[in-house]
């Protein structure tokens, strides 16, 4: 799931996740292209992904339904007081706001570290080291749920309310 985790987060990470038609753009709003197709090959097949409805379905493979919404759609795919959304549909077809990027997680996850805090029914807390920049920042503490068959990502990995100082105990 690290992977995983790490592409669907790229893909809300800027504008680099697809491929980009500089040609095809929103009448008024130059600064949103149309997408067709993935940028480079992953673990997580984006080839398909032409809305935003289609976007969700890949995110959703990842990430629970809710912590996907509080985590990446509430931040960019709707209008906020932070500005333009980073994805649009128009006429049936997902643009990408060209200007919209640089949003970081420069946090790195250190899987070797990962241990079991708690577990519960369908859920679970998993502790690990961060480094950020490749300084040692902490330890994440990240929820996941069994959702229809596969682990899911509960929680975000920006949430500096789940770093703790020191290493996983």
């Known amino acids: ?23 095809q753009t929103i009448p008024g709003e130059e600064q949103y ?32 339904r809710d912590t996907a919404q509080k985590q990446l759609y509430s931040r960019y795919l709707e209008t906020t007081d932070t500005g333009l959304p980073l994805y649009k ?6 643009y990408v706001n060209t200007q919209n990027g640089g949003h970081g997680w420069a946090t790195q996850f250190l899987i070797d570290t990962a241990k079991v805090k708690s577990q519960k029914d369908h859920a679970a807390e998993i502790t690990l080291d961060t480094t950020v920049l490749d300084d040692p920042y902490g330890t994440a503490i990240i929820k996941i749920e069994y959702v229809n068959g596969q682990w899911l990502m509960a929680s975000g990995l920006d949430d500096y309310e789940t770093i703790i100082d020191g290493s996983a105990k």
């Open 89 to 94: 549909d128009y006429e049936g077809r997902l």
């Open 1 to 23: 799931m690290p992977k995983a985790v790490d592409i669907v987060a790229g893909m809300f990470n800027g504008s680099g996740a697809f491929k980009e038609d500089a040609s």
């Open 33 to 64: 292209r149309r997408i067709y197709g993935d940028k480079w090959k992953s673990g997580i097949d984006t080839s398909s992904v032409n809305s935003i409805a289609d976007l969700k379905k890949v995110v959703e493979q990842v990430f629970t």
